[in-house]
């Protein structure tokens, strides 16, 4: 069976694992806590970042830090992840979702300003399958309208808009270091701020609300609760793991460009005759090859080429069922504007096997079958 994702596993994890746990001190905010921040933030020249337990924790955190209160209205699309919106319910907001664009999936920068209103304070921005927004336009438009802009870059990391990095544009960026992601914790995320004015109150709500780091650096004489927060850091060994896996981004990011590289020139035969849509990618974005996602002419024949696929021993998915259709979405959120790209792409993508490591041959295999299925040579 070729699996859809198989957790990215460099070969050099153990060594610092091994590391971290002869320090006897597997708390969060250890050396490789530190060593990770300070990987990232050199990295995608990024002002503060923190490691959080998830990209959920870490949009959990982004959320309070924007001082959301009963009633405010938070844009973002409805073709997501729950976590992108329930973070923002959870601290007291409606969501406003918008359609997206038909190409690359993501939300679409021209449908944003009509749905503000006076209770607007966020946009929340998903980078789908680590292809960047159309920042510019939507940075100029939280400007204009005074809102906070959140980058939900869980599938971004190593990816760039205009030479910069995601997650690193708005106000605060979230990754994930998920095991479906690129580079992974098993479980973890990290915060990044953009905007200096949160520094302090984002140190201390992730360390439980509390001015501890303020009082390790001496400036305060004991430590003690000083606003709402909850405990958002990791442990060492996740960190410690991750670690590895930063210090080979690289290496990581061109295996997987090279699988994906491989579908999108296997594949662009039945782009061209009208039997599939694949990627697109636009011209100021380099994306991170998070994810192969094909689009076929319906819901029905996708579930027939998934079947077709799974005979073949090849595992394929397909996501996210619109938020807004949802059981929970219905109850705080609503849909501005037509609906023509979210219900309709969402119901025909089909997600190809994609991980770290996937063979040369596999991948073949994945092309083969799909031309076999469409009845076309390859
Ligand atoms: C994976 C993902 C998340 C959640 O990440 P976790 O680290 O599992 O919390 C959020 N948003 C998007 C777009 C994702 O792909």
């Known amino acids: 069976m070729i699996k859809f994702n198989v957790p ?43 490691l959080t337990t998830s990209c959920s924790a870490a949009l959990d955190l982004a959320a309070m830090l924007c001082g959301l209160k009963e009633g405010d209205e938070v844009i973002l699309p409805s073709f997501t992840f729950p976590t992108s919106a329930s973070s923002f319910v959870l601290s007291g907001a409606k969501c406003v979702f918008v359609d997206i664009r038909e190409d690359t999936l993501n939300i679409d920068e021209t449908k944003i300003e009509q749905a503000i209103t006076e209770r607007t304070k966020v946009i929340c ?35 760039t808009y205009k030479g910069r990095a995601l997650g690193t544009i708005g106000d605060f960026g979230c990754y994930s270091f998920h095991e479906t992601k690129n580079y992974t914790a098993g479980e973890g995320g990290a915060l990044i701020i953009n905007n200096e004015k949160y520094f302090t109150d984002a140190e201390n709500k992730l360390d439980c609300g509390t001015d501890r780091q303020g009082f390790l650096r001496g400036e305060v004489g004991a430590y003690s609760w ?22 080979h981004c690289e290496e990581i990011n061109d295996n997987r460009l090279k699988s994906w590289n491989t579908y999108y020139e296997g594949l662009k035969d039945l782009k061209e005759i009208g039997k599939i849509d694949i990627p697109f990618v636009p011209h100021d974005c380099v994306h991170n090859a998070h994810m192969f996602a094909i689009r076929v002419k319906d819901e029905s024949e996708r579930a027939l080429l998934i079947q077709y696929l799974k ?66 040579e390859y």
């Open 8 to 50: 990215c596993v460099f070969g050099c994890e153990n060594e610092y694992l091994q590391d971290a746990l002869n320090r006897h001190s597997l708390g969060g905010d250890g050396i490789y806590t530190k060593k990770c921040n300070q990987f990232l933030e050199e990295k995608f020249c990024a002002k503060k970042v923190h």
């Open 226 to 247: 000083v606003t709402l927060g909850t405990s958002f850091m990791p442990s060492e060994l996740n960190a410690a793991y991750l670690y590895g896996q930063l210090l």
């Open 125 to 159: 921005v998903v980078h789908y399958a680590g292809v960047a927004c159309e920042m510019d336009t939507i940075m100029d438009i939280a400007k204009r309208h005074n809102l906070l802009v959140v980058e939900d870059a869980a599938q971004g990391v190593m990816s």
């Open 311 to 376: 005979d073949h021993e090849i595992q394929a998915v397909f996501h996210y069922q619109p938020l807004h259709s949802s059981k929970q979405g219905k109850k705080c959120g609503i849909f501005h504007g037509e609906d023509r790209y979210t219900t309709k792409e969402s119901s025909r993508l089909l997600r190809l096997p994609l991980y770290y490591g996937l063979k040369m041959e596999d991948l073949r295999n994945v092309i083969k079958a799909i031309h076999e299925f469409y009845e076309i």
